[in-house]
């Protein structure tokens, strides 16, 4: 394989997957804020402990999701070229009007046409850190359709 193009595919992966990883930390702190900011005063004490629930394995699915991401960057940054500058890790952004699918598909999208260029062994592990992130995402769907639907079944009027 050709060293030059596999480095340069790396070093672009870096960038791409940094972005990436921000945008999804910025959106899962806007759905924890919306989480935050229900008004919990019409919850009876189950409703109430069953919310909780929720937002405890919403938070814990979100790590996932973020671990699975940052567990790839760190692979792509040692498989990066020591010469390349230097990239530092980004912080979380404002991902704007965009969903949690969406984000994945298109770190997914701009990710494949390198993906080629990558040495095998790091190919593997976006495989896994793109099942594990999907998995996540999946399952933090769900928790928001449930925190949606006992928040509209309950009515808090508050």
Known sequence: MNQPVMDRAIADSVQIVSASRAELMGLLELVRADFDGIPRSGFDTPTELEFRGLVQRW?????????????????LRESAPSDEPHVPRRAPIDPGNIGLEDALERLDGALQSRLPHWPEGLAQQFERARADALKACEGLAFVKQQVEYLVLGVGSDA
């Open 59 to 75: 938070t814990e699915l979100a790590t996932d999701l973020i671990s699975a991401i940052t567990g790839f960057e760190d692979a």
